[in-house]
């Protein structure tokens, strides 16, 4: 983002503005709306939003984090593939996370070949540059990143490279959010990253049948501040849709040659979520004819069923959005 741009989605005076105009749709209650994406979270702690909001009004943290929602099942597979001898590709925020009793940056320490890549290209590229090694990647990530994974697998990788997927979609943990009538939410501030992707349209059921209002927002402060103004809005005048506020990256139909290349790799399968039960249509699983890149197809490798969280861990419940992290 230029300069210029960026010093307009942090100015000073349009956040007191829009804050003035945010105070003035009070709707007479408690109101609490849900975000779903890490990088929100990121900008409202860093630049203190919740403590400018009024005490009316709360915004919590949901199941954005890909890496947060990856099971610890799913991690420890990568570590007992780690322990096996495979050469193990991975995300950094990826590396420290715990399965059980360790994680795989305790493989690495204890003599497992554990990398730290950029993304799946460089995981590809790192079987090649290691013929006689078998290269298992964890994929991980929303609709976001699922795209580059399909696009890999599209170009055909070396035999010696395998994919433990891990790829979840957004808007079915919302649905399910909401069905499960766990927490009361009065509208989602829905992720701009993975709706550069998967467009509005996705999110349109949720807001027609469960009457919802949702904005999709950027990542800037006052992206934050105009999503909360929106969801406002929308509740004041009794409306329920899925309005785009990151205008600048986000259309109705998405990225169509990236929902095309996913569909064409993977097929969408229902999925276990750390601190969820198993989410219907939640996940993606590779197709038939791509098998020959999935871990658990090419060594018939499966863990045994693990707990989720360690005694006392609230780890499900922030995910859920019952409580806050410092509760945890």
């Known amino acids: 983002m230029a300069s210029a741009t960026l010093k307009k989605f942090r100015d000073r005076e349009i956040a007191a503005r829009i804050l003035r105009e945010i105070r003035g749709l009070y709707p007479n209650r408690r109101v609490k709306f849900m975000h779903v994406c890490g990088s929100h979270e990121v900008t409202i702690t860093k630049f203190g939003l919740r403590s400018l909001l009024p005490n009316w009004l709360e915004v919590i943290s949901g199941p954005g984090c890909p890496v947060c929602v990856t099971s610890t099942a799913e991690i420890a597979e990568a570590i007992e593939l780690a322990r096996r001898g495979y050469l193990i590709t991975t995300f ?146 009794g409306r329920h849709e899925v309005e785009i506020g990151y205008t600048r990256s986000v259309r109705p139909e998405g990225n169509v040659v990236a ?26 699983e590779l197709r038939r004819e791509f098998k020959g890149y999935d871990v658990h197809e090419k060594f018939d490798f499966q863990v045994r069923e693990v707990k989720d969280f360690a005694r006392g861990c609230r780890c499900g419940d922030v995910l859920r959005g019952l409580i806050h992290p410092r509760e945890c």
């Open 92 to 237: 950094g925020d990826m590396f420290r996370v715990p399965g059980t009793g360790t994680s795989l940056a305790g493989a690495r320490t204890d003599g497992a070949d554990v990398r730290i890549v950029y993304g799946v290209a460089d995981a590809v590229e790192t079987a090649r540059r290691n013929p006689r090694r078998e290269v298992v990647h964890a994929a991980v990530g929303f609709e976001t990143t699922a795209p580059t994974t399909a696009a890999e697998v599209l170009r055909g990788p070396p035999e010696n490279f395998s994919l433990l997927v891990c790829h979840r979609l957004i808007p079915p943990a919302m649905e399910f959010l909401l069905g499960s009538g766990e927490v009361a939410l009065d509208g989602f501030i829905c992720p701009g990253h993975v709706s550069t992707i998967i467009g509005s349209k996705p999110y349109e059921h949720l807001s027609d049948h469960y009457g919802v209002p949702q904005v999709i927002a950027g990542f800037e402060p006052i992206d934050v501040l105009l999503s909360i103004w929106m969801l406002l809005k929308q509740l004041r005048e």
């Open 259 to 284: 929902q095309e290349k996913i569909a064409q790799v993977f097929k969408v399968v229902d999925k276990k979520w750390r601190g969820f039960p198993t989410v219907p249509r939640s996940a993606l």
